[in-house]
């Protein structure tokens, strides 16, 4: 990607919310693959405007380079996936194009499996990463987090749920397939089984874990709510998935705040995007990028960091 060195804080908006249907779309592979130059909103998109105020809370190195460059876990539906023409679409990808239209700069959206994004931070290779990762107290003390989600995990079963998971409880003695790094495998160890513990199965993608209980090879599959919704709604029309429904749970099980991950010693960084967050709250715009993606029910109030630490 080429960088642009000429000042940002004249720069005109171009438009940002995405007008594709989210679809039938997937990428491939995993490892860091970086998009094809600069990532630009299309002409048919929903915009916003640059605040020049904001702008200048950047810090110097990221204005030098001339672009955010943002770590994604593709595919992760919807947060992120790839449309026909491979372009990144979700809302993740959607609402990273709008930070950067708020703050006046280019934004590169940069394909990375997810459990080397923080990594990828820690290298200078990505300043922000944008792939629905939880916010959790362990990884505070290696990145902060810009909280923009707050939902739970759901348990998605083979259509017709013959092994009987109707809890949280029931997955007990049983497989369970999970992407690997991710909370849910934690949360997952360290259920109270009385000696039948879960057996958690972690697969390098998201994909992978849920082919693994479409093949019959695990019992259950666990993902954040708002992902396993959009597997059970898709896959098959419909057909192939149930989601496991907790009356005493309507939001998913342990819910938990997801956000921006930006290494914690980048403080102007995190104030920068908090504060462009926020801005695109006030004016509508995030809660647009959350109605397109179908996870408005998951919307925070406002733009906090490190929320997670108090759950």
């Not at 513990?197 to 209980?213: G, H, I, N, R």
């Not at 998935?241 to 009356?247: A, I, L, M």
Request: net charge negative; hydrophobic share 40%; charged share 20%.
């Amino acid at each position: 990607m080429n960088a642009r060195t000429t000042t940002l804080v004249g720069a005109t908006a171009a438009a940002a919310a995405l007008a594709l249907a989210l679809t039938g779309c997937s990428g491939s592979g995993s490892g860091a693959e970086a998009a094809q130059g600069p990532d630009q909103p299309t002409g048919d998109e929903v915009s916003t405007t640059v605040d020049a105020k904001l702008t200048a809370l950047l810090p110097e190195e990221i204005v030098e380079k001339g672009r955010l460059d943002i770590a994604l876990d593709i595919p992760f539906p919807p947060m992120a996936m790839y449309d026909e023409t491979n372009r990144a679409v979700g809302f993740d990808p959607e609402l990273g194009r709008l930070l950067g239209q708020k703050l006046g700069i280019d934004v590169s959206l940069n394909k990375q499996a997810f459990d080397s994004v923080i990594p990828s931070l820690q290298a200078n290779k990505n300043d922000l990463i944008m792939s629905g990762m939880n916010d959790t107290p362990e990884r505070q003390e290696t990145v902060s987090f810009v909280d923009y989600t707050h939902g739970g995990f759901a348990i998605l079963v083979q259509a017709g749920n013959e092994v009987g998971v109707t809890t949280q409880q029931d997955l007990c003695g049983k497989t369970v397939a999970v992407q690997k790094a991710t909370v849910q495998g934690e949360l997952l160890r360290a259920m109270d089984c009385d000696g039948d513990p879960v057996t958690v199965t972690e697969l390098p993608s998201d994909l992978d874990a849920q082919t693994a209980l479409r093949a019959g090879k695990s019992d259950a599959y666990v993902a954040d709510a708002v992902v396993a919704e959009y597997v059970a709604a898709t896959t098959d029309d419909g057909e192939a998935f149930d989601v496991v429904r907790d009356p005493e749970n309507p939001a998913g099980f342990n819910p938990v705040y997801s956000g921006i991950g930006i290494l914690k010693d980048e403080t102007e960084l995190v104030e920068a995007v908090r504060q462009a967050l926020q801005a695109l709250i006030d004016e509508g715009a995030y809660q647009a990028v959350l109605e397109r993606n179908n996870i408005a029910a998951y919307a925070v109030e406002s733009a906090e960091v490190n929320q997670g630490a108090a759950e």
